[in-house]
């Protein structure tokens, strides 16, 4: 039997997963991250790369056909000819690149994906800046770096991270006002995430005990590595996450953009290996509120009991806008909007029952808002993310959503990831 391996490189920790045929789980294994110097990031990186390749059993890794790495959207890093980081990566969430947003709007069609502090653009342009930069001949991605770990190759990349570089996705190259940078520095070929690149490195499938002709496939990032293990591909299809921040993936047959709303779609390949599917789009958005505000008022214990004893069927009087602090994007615009969280009723119950509500209520206004933009009609709805447990939450939302709210059986990243390694292959050995 084959058996496929994903990997997810996460905020928080690394993950692999080795799936088999059927796309059932057959291994697992974990990394955590600990709180080291920026300095030592890829060393973190490489170290939890090959301590997951050990935690696989060697009975499976002399089986497995085809590996595929995800990593954190907008994650990169420079490196020499050899493939050696020249300075330490510039995370996601790093906005030190605001400092050429002018620069970049320049350069950039209005609202274009690009135009953010935390893009990968900008973190190059920002980088270019850098003393490191003159001994840099690559500008990669997270998972596109951890792949060249595997196969040797530098220099590809997959449409899926290369969006918030700047590449045209729809027409699947880069477009003239970005090749006209004429930045002197190799940007990645992109190809299709999945896509078989070359097979893994002799040396590392001698180390660990890899079939020789096990391939190296390219990968995703890991929000769309989440919205492939939950199971959704139809259009009108989507995923919400309920983590500390609220998530919205809507699959469409329409593309949907518009920077105002931090609104941008991902292009998804076709999910048969006959073609017959066109083209379809992972199209959302991201709000500030979720569960870092309900933290913020209960402990997990008193989430849990709090929330046996709502009426899920009640509707609440109480009108909020959960934030931790001023400022929102999706669905609304309004970098000053102030958070509402009064009146404050004496019941905690209550309190809990508004502020799962309103958040809801919100839920619903960003599916309304990527609908009126062109995406497609929501039909049905998986939850991924802690607040996917919430058995209350989930029959508020689906009254309010109007709706089937699911949870699906896997929401992990590296499970999506292995998903996307096992089609890869079938799609070039068919």
């Known amino acids: 039997m084959n058996f496929y391996l994903g990997i997810d490189f996460g905020t928080s920790g690394a993950r692999a997963v080795v799936v088999d045929e059927q796309a059932c789980i057959q291994a697992e294994g974990r990394f955590p991250f600990e709180k080291s110097e920026v300095s030592e990031l890829a060393n973190s990186w490489q170290k939890a790369l090959f301590t997951l390749?050990?935690?696989?059993?060697?009975?499976?890794?002399?089986?497995?056909?085809?590996?595929?790495?995800?990593?954190?959207?907008?994650?990169?890093?420079?490196?020499?000819?050899?493939?050696?980081?020249?300075?330490?990566?510039?995370?996601?969430?790093?906005?030190?690149?605001?400092?050429?947003?002018?620069?970049?709007?320049?350069?950039?069609?209005?609202?274009?994906?690009?135009?953010?502090?935390?893009?990968?653009?900008?973190?190059?342009?920002?980088?270019?800046?850098?003393?490191?930069?003159?001994?840099?001949?690559?500008?990669?991605?997270?998972?596109?770096?951890?792949a060249f770990l595997l196969h040797g190759q530098l220099g590809i990349s997959d449409y899926h991270n290369a969006l918030k570089l700047g590449y045209d996705v729809e027409e699947l190259k880069y477009p003239e006002w970005l090749e006209n940078l004429r930045i002197k520095i190799h940007l990645p070929k992109v190809i299709t995430p999945g896509t078989p690149i070359a097979e893994l490195r002799s040396e590392i499938a001698d180390q660990f005990g890899f079939r020789r002709d096990c391939m190296v496939c390219a990968g995703t990032t890991d929000s769309i590595a989440a919205f492939l293990a939950s199971g959704a591909k139809f259009p009108g299809e989507a995923v919400t996450s309920l983590g500390s921040?609220?998530?919205?993936?809507?699959?469409?047959?329409?593309?949907?953009?518009?920077?105002?709303?931090?609104?941008?779609?991902?292009?998804?390949?076709?999910?048969?290996?006959?073609?017959?599917q066109k083209v379809l789009w992972l199209t959302g958005g991201a709000s500030n509120t979720g569960g870092a505000v309900l933290q913020q008022f209960f402990t997990k214990a008193e989430l849990e009991s709090l929330s046996c004893e709502i009426g899920e069927l009640k509707v609440s009087e109480l009108d909020y806008y959960p934030l931790l602090k001023p400022?929102?994007?999706?669905?609304?615009?309004?970098?000053?909007?102030?958070?509402?969280?009064e009146p404050r009723p004496a019941s905690d119950v209550e309190f809990l029952h508004g502020l799962l509500e309103s958040i809801?209520?919100?839920?619903?206004?960003?599916?309304?808002?990527?609908?009126?933009?062109?995406?497609?009609?929501?039909?049905?709805?998986?939850?991924?993310?802690?607040?996917?447990?919430?058995?209350?939450?989930?029959?508020?939302?689906?009254?309010?959503?109007?709706?089937?709210?699911?949870?699906?059986?896997?929401?992990?990243?590296a499970y999506g990831t292995a998903l996307l390694a096992m089609q890869g292959v079938g799609e070039m050995f068919a």
């Open 245 to 276: 921040t609220l998530v919205l993936k809507l699959l469409s047959h329409t593309r949907v953009e518009d920077a105002r709303y931090g609104i941008y779609s991902h292009r998804l390949p076709p999910l048969d290996k006959e073609g017959r």
């Open 53 to 146: 390749l050990e935690q696989i059993p060697q009975q499976l890794r002399r089986e497995i056909r085809a590996i595929a790495i995800n990593g954190t959207s907008s994650t990169v890093l420079l490196c020499d000819a050899a493939g050696k980081p020249v300075d330490a990566p510039v995370m996601y969430n790093d906005a030190r690149g605001a400092v050429v947003m002018e620069e970049l709007r320049s350069i950039a069609p209005a609202n274009h994906t690009v135009l953010s502090a935390t893009s990968s653009l900008a973190k190059l342009l920002w980088m270019s800046r850098l003393p490191s930069f003159a001994q840099a001949r690559y500008f990669l991605h997270q998972a596109d770096w951890l």
């Open 360 to 413: 809801a209520r919100i839920e619903a206004k960003g599916y309304e808002l990527l609908q009126e933009l062109g995406a497609d009609r929501l039909t049905q709805v998986y939850t991924a993310g802690g607040g996917a447990a919430n058995s209350t939450w989930t029959a508020i939302r689906k009254r309010i959503l109007r709706v089937p709210v699911v949870r699906p059986v896997n929401t992990e990243a």
């Open 327 to 341: 400022g929102e994007r999706f669905p609304i615009n309004d970098s000053n909007l102030p958070p509402r969280l």
